[in-house]
């Protein structure tokens, strides 16, 4: 069978199939995909999920008409969140597993998050670039034994799951805000079970973000989140995106805790339970990370940018967790998944067994100075990252990910952005004044280039 209507190559990212509403990801984009990921993996048994946006489910209809064309069954989980359906596959055993969500975006885009055993998230040098292939040339052996599709209630082992590691969960005043992303579906009813006070907000899953996106990336979207904690006097508030895969945290005083802190706070009281000390972290991380985990008897792993990678070197090389500073935080003993509740439960462990507030245990972490991300719109980013590199020549260069120069007072990184002409800085210093001397230095030359 060969797809009459042209697809477009563009929504094959790095780690997932996204793009608009129907313009880009529609009905035969979905069912392309179902075929394509059926072929790829030679799979029998799948399990797809999909979150609350409007698209979604007639999505669904169509990435299982193409599965089951295939030969491949599915088990249909229904409203979910990432997590549940990584569970899914890891938990069960299935052969692979897609998700339907745009996570963080806006309502009106929506993508296919690909899954292989045992909870490998699929993205390019890991099987994208082939599912593109098949998906965009459209020709398929028809399959005589056409695969079935039933429907599977997984969230009570799924909770049963994340309560294993909640018996030092007490008295703990806990705002939730879920953005009426798919959040809720997991966290309310485990949060509402735990010997804790919860109050949750924007709770409903709802497409349209009637309140505000599910979007940690915009701090503005912390606003009724910090409010609220600091109006009930809560002891930590949890910012749960919009697929639920990632959980930031709001301190009792309703500062945002930026996830290299949150890890590291983990790190400090948790990494002695594992015989295998190794964490893998983001790149872009606080140099404190690698302190707290070397003074812990640990291997502190320095990480290129992007979440899978994470996940693969935990699943295939072994180690204790990972993060990116993004959010996506993972822990072997939760199949090495990005899971913003069992994060949130890490970290709620912590504050019950210490009796520490959340500042206090960010406090340590908090040696340096940091800027925040930044993106600035470039003519030519080859030119700019040569540009930096030769002026930080005498600096020690780390070829990871981008232009990486440390120095001994600071470090900066300079990435180009996979999909936009942008280029992305980040700084740390041991001091504020010399922040502001290099963001200075740094920010001025880039603006050169300023598209």
């Given amino acids: 069978m060969v797809i009459s209507m042209v697809l477009n190559d563009k929504v094959f990212k790095a780690y997932d199939i996204r793009g608009l509403y129907p313009e880009e990801v529609n009905e035969e984009l979905a069912y392309a995909v179902g075929k394509a990921f059926a072929k790829h993996l030679s799979c029998k048994k799948v399990v797809v999920g999909h979150d609350m946006r409007e698209s979604s489910k007639s999505l669904f209809d169509s990435l299982s008409k193409g599965l089951t064309e295939m030969g491949t069954s599915v088990t249909n989980i229904g409203l979910c969140t990432t997590p549940m359906l990584n569970f899914s596959v890891a938990h069960y055993k299935y052969d692979g597993g897609i998700m339907i969500s745009a996570s963080h975006n806006p309502g009106k885009y929506n993508a296919f998050k690909m899954i292989a055993p045992p909870a490998l998230q699929m993205g390019k040098g890991s099987g994208m670039e082939e599912i593109k292939e098949l998906a965009m040339g459209g020709e398929f052996t028809p399959c005589s034994d056409k695969g079935t599709i039933e429907e599977k209630d997984v969230l009570q082992?799924?909770?049963?799951?994340?309560?294993?590691?909640?018996?030092?969960?007490?008295?703990?005043?806990?705002?939730?805000?879920?953005?009426?992303?798919?959040?809720?579906?997991?966290?309310?009813?485990?949060?509402?079970?735990?010997?804790?006070?919860?109050?949750?907000?924007?709770?409903?899953?709802?497409?349209?973000?009637?309140?505000?996106?599910?979007?940690?990336?915009?701090?503005?979207?912390?606003?009724?989140?910090?409010?609220?904690?600091?109006?009930?006097?809560?002891?930590?508030?949890?910012?749960?995106?919009?697929?639920?895969?990632?959980?930031?945290?709001?301190?009792?005083?309703?500062?945002?805790?930026?996830?290299?802190?949150?890890?590291?706070?983990?790190?400090?009281?948790?990494?002695?339970?594992?015989?295998?000390?190794?964490?893998?972290?983001?790149?872009?991380?606080?140099?404190?990370?690698?302190?707290?985990?070397?003074?812990?008897?640990?291997?502190?792993?320095?990480?290129?940018?992007?979440?899978?990678?994470?996940?693969?070197?935990?699943?295939?090389?072994?180690?204790?967790?990972?993060?990116?500073?993004?959010?996506?935080?993972?822990?072997?003993?939760?199949?090495?998944?990005?899971?913003?509740?069992?994060?949130?439960?890490?970290?709620?462990?912590?504050?019950?067994?210490?009796?520490?507030?959340?500042?206090?245990?960010?406090a340590p972490m908090r040696k340096y100075f940091q800027t925040e991300e930044i993106n600035t719109k470039v003519k030519d980013a080859d030119t700019v990252m040569d540009e930096a590199r030769e002026m930080f020549k005498d600096g020690e260069s780390i070829e990871l990910d981008g232009v990486y120069i440390r120095f001994e007072d600071w470090w900066f990184n300079l990435r180009k952005s996979n999909t936009e002409p942008l280029v992305r800085l980040r700084i740390e210093a041991d001091t504020e004044e010399l922040l502001a001397e290099k963001r200075k230095i740094l920010t001025e030359m880039i603006q050169k280039h300023a598209a």
């Avoid at 910090?226 to 959980?247: I, P, S, T």
């Avoid at 339970?273 to 404190?288: G, I, P, Q, S, W």
């Avoid at 069992?342 to 504050?351: E, G, N, Q, Y």
Wanted: proline fraction near 3%.
């Fill in 157 to 362: 082992d799924y909770l049963e799951h994340l309560k294993k590691f909640c018996d030092n969960i007490n008295d703990i005043k806990i705002v939730a805000d879920y953005g009426n992303g798919v959040g809720a579906i997991s966290a309310k009813p485990l949060l509402d079970a735990l010997p804790v006070t919860a109050t949750h907000l924007y709770d409903e899953p709802d497409g349209t973000f009637p309140n505000h996106e599910a979007n940690p990336h915009d701090i503005s979207n912390f606003k009724d989140l910090q409010e609220k904690v600091k109006a009930e006097g809560a002891d930590v508030g949890l910012f749960f995106d919009g697929d639920a895969d990632r959980c930031a945290i709001v301190d009792e005083k309703g500062e945002i805790v930026f996830p290299d802190i949150v890890l590291g706070a983990i790190t400090e009281h948790r990494l002695d339970k594992y015989d295998d000390k190794r964490v893998y972290y983001d790149l872009r991380f606080t140099k404190a990370m690698k302190e707290v985990v070397e003074a812990k008897g640990g291997k502190a792993i320095m990480m290129k940018v992007g979440n899978p990678f994470y996940k693969e070197k935990l699943i295939k090389d072994g180690g204790a967790f990972g993060g990116e500073l993004s959010g996506h935080l993972m822990f072997s003993e939760n199949y090495n998944i990005d899971d913003g509740i069992f994060a949130a439960v890490m970290l709620l462990d912590v504050m019950g067994r210490t009796g520490k507030t959340m500042s206090e245990l960010a």
